[in-house]
């Protein structure tokens, strides 16, 4: 089954947020972009919206298509969408997720990335 998935790459000046997974446990710990599946009759841009509304607590703008990338773990294959996102109003704040970290590129290394995510990190031309 391939389930479909939005990621916000959303800055502050030279500044990358970061999310850390809560769950599922294969994934539990590892960070990513902040996003969400793409629910039926949704574009991937309103999906982005509505999780990063609802995961972090901001209005966000969502701006160009930067790329995707399709990963299998054993469980699942997920479809990842990478979006630029403007931060509009409010604080992001981690609500369902265990920690946000705004990290420099030269300190990604220090990120353990969801396999998923990481193929996209090229593509933002950070």
Known sequence: MTVR???AVLRRGT????AQRDAPEYLAG?????????EADESPEAC??????????????VGRFL?????A????????LAFEVELVSGEPRAREHRALAWVER???DDYELAPADEPLIPLMGW
């Open 15 to 18: 500044r990358l947020l970061l």
């Open 67 to 71: 790329g995707k990338h399709v990963h």
């Open 106 to 108: 030269d300190d990604l």
């Open 73 to 80: 773990y054993e469980q699942i294959t997920v479809e990842l």
């Open 30 to 38: 590892k960070w990513e972009l902040p996003g969400g599946k793409i």
């Open 5 to 7: 998935v939005t990621a």
């Open 48 to 61: 982005l919206a509505r999780e990063l509304r609802e995961e972090l607590g901001v209005e966000t703008r």
